[in-house]
C-alpha cells in the first residue's frame, strides 16, 4: 500500500499507457535493410539513440525520429530511408493502450485527478489520448514544455502548469531512463514502475513496481 494521498497522479502515455510498437515496427521497416543477425543490436542502438537526440535543446518529435534513425544506420554502415522513420511517424498516434488501462484509469480518476506528461508532440497527442477513455485534468507535452523527458524542465513545466511541488503527486511510468530516476532527482517520492518489459528496473530510485496498470488502484486503497 502507499501511504499517501497525491493532489494529482501524473503518467507517462507512450509504453506506460499506451503500447509501444516502434521495436516490432523497425523490424518490420527494416528486414531488408538489417541484417537478421545485426537486427537485436539495432534495434537496442536505435532506441538509445531516441534518447540522446531529446538531451539537448528541444525540436519537433518528427525530427527526432528522422535523426535517431539515420544516425543509428550510419552507425551500422546502412542506407537510410526517409519514408521509413516517417512510416513510425505516422504510425504513432494510431497506437491504442494495453488492455488493462482503460479500465485503471476510470477507476483512478474516481478519487484523483490525472496528468499526462509525454513527450509526444501537440499535433498527435490526442489522437491517443482519445483511446484511453478516461477522464484527465490535463495532458501536456514536451512541444509545449520546449523540452522532452528526461529533461528537468519538461516536469518543471507540469508543476508551474499544475501549481504543486514534486512532493504533490504520484508518478506512474514504465521507464526509468526517461522517467523515475529524474523524478526521483526532483523530489517526487511517491512513484509507479509499469513493467513493460522495455527497460531494465533501478530500485535504488525508491519507486512501487506492477506490471500491469490494473495493480496502481489496490496499493492506493482502491
Not at 503500447?19 to 537486427?39: G, K
Not at 499535433?123 to 520546449?146: C, I, W
Request: glycine content about 4%; proline content about 8%; overall charge negative.
Amino acid at each position: 500500500m502507499i501511504d499517501f494521498e497525491p493532489k494529482y497522479i501524473t503518467f507517462d502515455m507512450h509504453g506506460t499507457l499506451i503500447r509501444w510498437h516502434i521495436a516490432s515496427m523497425t523490424r518490420d521497416l527494416l528486414a531488408d535493410v538489417v541484417p537478421a543477425d545485426q537486427m537485436d543490436d539495432f534495434v537496442e542502438s536505435f532506441k538509445w539513440q531516441r534518447l540522446d537526440e531529446i538531451l539537448g535543446p528541444w525540436k519537433p518529435f518528427p525530427d527526432v525520429i528522422h535523426d535517431s534513425l539515420r544516425k543509428t544506420l550510419e552507425r551500422f554502415n546502412l542506407p537510410y530511408r526517409r519514408d521509413d522513420s516517417q512510416a513510425i511517424v505516422d504510425a504513432v498516434p494510431t497506437w491504442g493502450p494495453y488492455p488493462e488501462v482503460p479500465e485503471a484509469l476510470r477507476w483512478l480518476a474516481t478519487r484523483y485527478p490525472l496528468v499526462i506528461l509525454t513527450n509526444a508532440a501537440d499535433d498527435q497527442v490526442m489522437r491517443n489520448v482519445e483511446k484511453l477513455e478516461a477522464p484527465f485534468h490535463a495532458v501536456f507535452t514536451a512541444e509545449q514544455a520546449q523540452a522532452y523527458k528526461p529533461r528537468y524542465q519538461a516536469f518543471e513545466y507540469m508543476f508551474n502548469q499544475l501549481g504543486c511541488r514534486p512532493q504533490d503527486v504520484l508518478h506512474v511510468s514504465g521507464s526509468p531512463r526517461h522517467d523515475l530516476m529524474v523524478a526521483n532527482d526532483l523530489g517526487i517520492k511517491h512513484k509507479v514502475f509499469v513493467n513493460r518489459g522495455y527497460e531494465l528496473g533501478t530500485p535504488g530510485y525508491g519507486y512501487y513496481e506492477v506490471n500491469l496498470l490494473s495493480q496502481v488502484p489496490p496499493l492506493l486503497g482502491l
